[in-house]
C-alpha cells in the first residue's frame, strides 16, 4: 500500500459516488488533507519525520473519543492514566487547539463520580474549550439528564447544539438516545428537523464539520456501528462543498470519502476493539500491555479557511 | 393453655414466614445484584448475544439474567414497560418472574442489535 492516497474530486464534490476507504490503525496513523477538491492521505509517520510540509492553518482543533472512565478490566484497567496520556499528547502540540471535541463514552456506567473524573481530568487541557457529545455509556440510566447538566448547558432538545469557528460551522449531534429493538443509532425526527433548520441559511461554500458519538454511516450494522437514519441527515449536507464527519464509538480509526463528505472515525483513549467481524463481538480487545498504548489516541485537525482544507492527524499514545 | 399458645406462636410464626415468602417473592419479580446467580432459568449474557435467543418457560416462572460480558447491558422488554433493567455491569444480574402466558422480546438499549424473546406457556 502506497503511503498516500490522491483522489479529484469534481468542482461540486457531489457527483463522485465511489468511494475511498483506508482504514489505519492509531499506530500507524493517518493524515488527512483536503485541498481545493483533492483528498490527500499520508502516512502519519511520514509526517512525523517532517517528510511533508507544514499543513498548519488558521483553525486547529482536536477530537478525542471514549474515555471510560470507569473501565476497569483487562484490556485496561487504568483507563483515566490513559486518558491523561492524551492530554499530555493535545498539550504538546506546538500550536495549542482552538478546542477540543469529546465525541462521547465519557464514562463507562453514567456514574457522577465517573463524570467528576473525566471532568477534572480534561481541566488540565491547553485549550480554549471543550465540546462534548453523548456516547451510550453516557446516558445509561436517565435518558442523558445527568449528561447534559454537566456537559450540555445551552443545548438544543437531547443535547444537540451547533456553533461558528472561523468560518466552519460546527453541529454536535445525539444518536444515543431512544434506541429502538433491532436498530442501530438513532437521531430521530426533532433533531433532523432540527438540523435541515440549521443549516438553511447557510451558504453552500461554509465549511461544516458534524460530530456524533456513533458512527452516522454503516460501518457495520451486524454490530451496530451505524446510525438509521442518518442518510437523512446528510441529505441536507449535500450542497455543501466541504463536509467532515467525526465519530468515535468504534475505538479504532477508520475514513470514508464519499461525494462532498469525508468521514472519519477516532481512536479511544481508553481501550482497543476488533476490526469489523474480526471477532465474535465488539467487546474490549485485550491486547498486551506493551502493545495497547499503540491503539489508542487522538485526533488532530486543522482547517485553512479559503481553501476548504481540513487536515485530520491521529496520533497513538505509543 | 399450652395448646393456645403453641397454636399462637405457630400462627405469628407463620404471618411471618408468609411475610418472608411474599417479600422474597415480590423481590424475585424486580430484582438486579450482583455476586452468584440465583440459580433456576438462566439467560446468559455473553459476547454481545442473549443466550439462549428464544426461551420457553411456564406461567411463573423466574428468569435471571447474568452479564458476562466486559461492557454494561441492559434487559428490555420492546415495550420498554413490561420489564426494565437498569445497566447491569460484568457479573450483575437481573430476574424477571412472568405471570402471564404470551412472547415477550426484549432487547438491550445499550446495544440494539442485541434481540431476544421469552415466551411464557
Known sequence: MSDYIEKNLDHDGVDRRRFLKCMAWAGTGTLCVLQGGVLRSFALSDVLQRKIGNISGELSFVQISDSHIGFNKEANPDVTATLREAIVKVNALPTPPSFVLHTGDLTQLS????????????????????????????????????????????????????????????????????????????????????????????????????????????????????????????????????VTVLNGHIHQTMQKVEGNITFHTACSTAFPQPQPGQAASPGPMKVPSEKLRELLGITDVNFVRGKHTLGITDSSLA | MKSKKATWIFGMTAIVVVGLVSMVGTRKIWAAGAGPSPGGIEVKIDNFSFGPMTMAVAVGATVTWTNYDDVPHTVVSDDKTTFKSKALDTGEHFSYTFLKPGKYPYFCSVHPKMVAEVVVQ
Open chain 1, 111 to 242: 456514574k457522577p463520580e465517573e463524570f467528576d473524573t473525566l471532568a477534572e481530568s480534561l481541566k488540565s487541557l491547553k485549550t480554549g474549550r471543550i465540546f462534548y457529545v453523548p456516547g451510550e455509556h453516557d446516558v445509561l440510566s436517565d435518558n442523558g439528564e445527568m449528561f447534559r447538566e454537566r456537559f450540555g448547558q445551552g443545548t438544543q432538545g437531547d443535547g444537540w447544539y451547533s456553533f461558528d469557528q472561523n468560518g466552519a460551522h460546527f453541529i454536535g449531534l445525539v444518536n444515543v438516545l431512544n434506541l429502538k429493538a433491532g436498530g442501530l443509532g438513532n437521531l430521530g425526527r426533532e433533531q433532523l428537523e432540527w438540523l435541515e433548520k440549521d443549516v438553511s441559511g447557510l451558504k453552500s461554500n461554509t465549511p461544516l464539520v458534524v460530530f456524533a458519538h456513533i458512527p452516522l454511516w454503516a460501518v457495520y450494522p451486524q454490530w451496530g456501528w451505524g446510525t438509521d437514519d442518518s442518510e437523512q441527515a446528510l441529505s441536507y449536507l449535500k450542497r455543501f462543498g466541504s
